[in-house]
């Protein structure tokens, strides 16, 4: 008995410690984001935090305070290391850091995501949580294992023009002007972006052969991965309401290009529309809509709105680190599972992205560049795939459950 009742007074401690250690909410972090917006835990990188609406604005005393990937520093004594520095903009501060180094985990310990909160050095003020389970408002990391299979990607995948973007392209999948090879720019010393607006309306202002502001970075520790990083204010003067992103790839001449598949109109840009959340199904969408063998192929998923034709509440899948994508193709011939759904598990080809708007994942694919030609060989007259999601605990969505899980492949490239 005297047990039992010394860990009752050991919880009741713990607990009352906990309560006196959380300070009075004064509303939610509005936005978070990062420049550049796709990093590597390892390199510098600069968090913003949008705390307009709250009375911490004006303050010099803010601290990060975050529990995911690892709970940093103590409530009471926080370090000059998670100090907050208010910019240009009152009511929006700044972090920055290596996130190693801050956190003091290594690369491989970091998923796809940072929460926590914004606090005053003594504790007593506090934001709520900015977190996946709070609302979404959190920091994503982008994962540049899906670059396997991707040709180009912005990030996040809800860009907007007032916030940083990151372009990250795959130059083995790109393909040289005329479409005949691809691959042109692999082994460039240099790789530069020409970039425009909305089907290249406007242009940025460093289109010109070899400028050092359109120069990509090497991603480290990737294969033939580059990106660029850049603020749209940045690089297009007076820039019009943003439709697209338009650009293509050179080696500061233009003998060798990376680009796209040709269009119906034999136009090799690289197109990328902002993905703006409530579009097609509250559970799925894709763009675009209808597509050949060779097109890039965006899925988002919002697990949150899927039951899994369960019976239960929807929302299983949400919060899950990993999610996979499982595909039924049809063909004249019937229905095909290419790679079977416990197989996907575990292989990158088919990881989604966490990031955007409503905790929804993403995954970008070529569908005749992502699959090896043995398991490519039945798909020759695919019509249509049909896409579920797995996450690494095996929990798992149907086929179909909703009419927008289908995607039609047109016969053209078959």
Sequence with gaps: MKNIVKIIGIWLFAAFALQASAGDIVGKVNAVWSSPAAFKPDQQVTFFFDLSGTSLVGRNDLHLYSWVPETIESWDAPS???????????????????????????????????????????????????????????????????????????????????????????????????????????????????????????????????????????????????????????????????????????????????????????????????????????????????????????VKYFPQADTLDSGLPAGLLTGSDRIYVVMEVETSDGKITPVPADQVKGDNRFLMTTGGASGQYNFSFILNKLFTETELDPLKGVTKINFRFENYDGLISPFGIMAPHTLEISKADN
Excluded: H
């Design 80 to 298: 000059a290391k998670t100090l907050l520095t208010q910019t240009s903009n009152p009511a929006v501060y700044s972090l920055t850091c290596i996130p190693t180094d801050l956190w003091g985990k290594p690369v491989a310990d970091f998923g796809l995501k940072i929460e926590g909160l914004v606090k005053t050095n003594d504790g007593s003020l506090q934001t709520e949580d900015f977190s996946e389970a709070n609302g979404g408002t959190q920091f994503k990391l982008f994962d540049y294992k899906t670059m396997s299979g991707s040709l180009a990607v912005a990030f996040p995948p809800d860009f907007t023009a007032e916030k940083p973007i990151s372009i990250i392209g795959n130059l083995a999948l790109m393909w040289n002007d005329g479409q005949t090879a691809q691959g042109e720019l692999v082994g460039a010393a240099n790789v530069y972006i020409w970039l425009g607006l909305n089907n290249f309306a406007v242009s940025s202002k460093y289109n010109t052969l070899g400028n050092a502001n359109a120069r990509c970075d090497f991603v480290s520790g990737e294969t033939n991965i580059i990106q660029y990083n850049f603020l749209i204010s940045d690089v297009i003067d007076n820039a019009p309401k943003l439709q697209n992103l338009s650009f293509l790839f050179n080696d500061g001449t233009w003998s060798k290009t990376g680009r796209d598949v040709k269009d119906a109109n034999g136009n090799q840009d690289i197109i990328i529309k902002p993905f703006v959340a409530g579009s097609g199904s509250s559970s799925f969408g894709n763009f675009p809509k209808k597509v050949t063998q060779g097109d890039i192929i965006t």
